[in-house]
């Protein structure tokens, strides 16, 4: 709809499959301070289900917990905030 923030992804290409568009629609309120708010698109169709993992760099992700978990072709996270730091 009108005032509405999106963003279009070009998907395709490979092996002369045919680009199309995939739009999502976007949240972008403002972050608290020190934060950043991210999300994820999975736009691979060969990938499977996929899960996301935002950590410190370095951890064991055998012991952490997705951030999204699942993600299919096409799937769109929700927003994550994040503290400032390095992932």
């Known amino acids: 709809g009108s005032g509405e923030d ?7 290409g490979a092996a002369a499959s045919p680009v199309t568009a ?3 629609t976007d949240t ?3 972050p608290n301070a020190g934060q950043a708010r991210v999300r994820v698109v999975q736009l691979s169709p060969t990938a499977g289900s996929v899960d996301v993992f935002i ?3 370095g951890a064991d992700l ?3 917990t997705p ?3 699942g993600l299919t ?3 769109v996270s929700g927003y994550a ?3 400032a730091g390095t992932y």
């Open 62 to 64: 055998a012991t952490a």
């Open 6 to 12: 999106r963003t279009v992804y070009a998907v395709g």
């Open 73 to 75: 072709y096409r799937g």
């Open 22 to 24: 995939f739009v999502t």
């Open 67 to 69: 951030s999204a978990a």
């Open 81 to 83: 905030s994040l503290a």
């Open 55 to 57: 950590t410190a760099a």
């Open 28 to 30: 972008n309120s403002a």
